[in-house]
């Protein structure tokens, strides 16, 4: 470290079209801020196996769907592992890093979560409803998700797919962590616009809830958002852990509280560079 600063390679696909956001708006932002404390450079999720050596820290951030290149990013976990590459967020994530099955393991133990199957057999595990939504084990961006009719479940090709009933939820909401502690919540009060977010101020039972996820995950350090849908008889289920490289909607909180993101985000890379 020639100028006594550490080397952060950030990873991003400044080029991704997502539904309802900006990636590249969000990373052009994060940057700025950290280039004031870290040597810092930019990389598309292709490059980073082949860069990331000259680094202190790689992290890894709105990379986009790794199904569009999931070949690349395993040799790129496979590498990192092998070389003793510090990565934020770090790769042992149980969540979205992982898939789907953690949807599968945490109803299996009694998590408040979306109940979800993956066999045909285990539909009776399910409450009644005359709607279901199926969703590959393996997808993000909704991509090949469906909401089918309960007599259609019977044609289902169960390889690879999750099934869960349809839930007539208020709305969903999102909180957000770096490392294990909480920074700020968001929910869409409109249930036809996910992304249209609002502050939201969680109480002692949301912040429960969420950091019941957080604790069961198995991330020391980075950051991970946990989705809940709020139903109609006022309770929190899961909808979904991403501990891979979740939107943080950053313009749509206060100034304070991006200011605080950033200066949590900024320690934690500092303590990880320093290891």
């Known amino acids: 470290?020639?100028?006594?600063?550490?080397?952060?390679?950030?990873?991003?696909?400044l080029g991704y079209e997502a539904r309802g956001r900006r990636y590249c708006d969000e990373d052009i932002y994060l940057t700025s801020r950290?280039?004031?404390?870290?040597?810092l450079a930019v990389c598309h999720p292709l490059d980073v196996r082949a860069l990331m050596g000259d680094f202190d820290v790689v992290v890894v951030?709105?990379?986009?769907?790794?199904?569009?290149?999931?070949?690349?990013?395993?040799?790129?976990?496979?590498?990192?592992?092998?070389?003793g590459v510090r990565v934020f967020t770090a790769l042992t994530g149980k969540g979205d890093m992982a898939g789907k099955q953690y949807l599968l393991d945490l109803f299996a133990a009694g998590?408040?979560?979306?109940?979800?199957?993956d066999r045909l057999e285990d539909l009776g595990r399910l409450p009644e409803s005359g709607r279901y939504v199926a969703k590959p084990k393996f997808g993000a961006d909704s991509a090949g998700l469906a909401v089918v009719e309960r007599p259609g479940l019977a044609g289902l090709d169960?390889?690879?797919?999750?099934?869960?009933?349809?839930?007539?939820?208020?709305?969903?909401?999102?909180?957000?962590?770096?490392?294990?502690?909480?920074?700020?919540?968001?929910?869409?009060?409109?249930?036809?616009?996910r992304w249209d977010l609002e502050p939201y101020e969680p109480d002692e039972a949301d912040l429960a809830f969420a950091q019941r996820f957080i604790d069961w995950n198995t991330v020391d350090?980075?950051?991970q958002r946990v989705d809940a849908c709020r139903?109609?008889?006022?309770?929190?289920?899961?909808?979904?852990?991403?501990?891979?490289?979740?939107?943080?909607?950053?313009?749509?909180?206060?100034?304070?509280?991006?200011?605080?993101?950033?200066?949590?985000?900024?320690?934690?890379?500092?303590?990880?560079?320093?290891?």
């Open 158 to 193: 169960f390889t690879d797919l999750l099934v869960q009933p349809h839930i007539d939820f208020r709305y969903e909401v999102s909180f957000y962590f770096v490392d294990h502690q909480f920074q700020y919540a968001l929910y869409a009060p409109r249930t036809d616009r």
């Open 231 to 275: 139903t109609r008889d006022g309770g929190l289920l899961l909808v979904e852990l991403e501990d891979l490289n979740p939107f943080l909607s950053l313009d749509r909180v206060s100034p304070p509280a991006r200011d605080r993101f950033v200066e949590a985000m900024t320690d934690s890379l500092v303590r990880l560079a320093a290891r």
């Open 61 to 83: 951030r709105n990379s986009g769907p790794v199904l569009n290149y999931q070949a690349e990013y395993e040799a790129f976990r496979a590498a990192a592992a092998e070389a």
């Open 221 to 223: 350090h980075g950051i």
């Open 34 to 39: 950290l280039r004031g404390r870290f040597d």
């Open 111 to 117: 998590y408040p979560v979306i109940p979800t199957v």
């Open 1 to 13: 470290m020639i100028s006594g600063r550490s080397r952060v390679l950030y990873v991003s696909d």
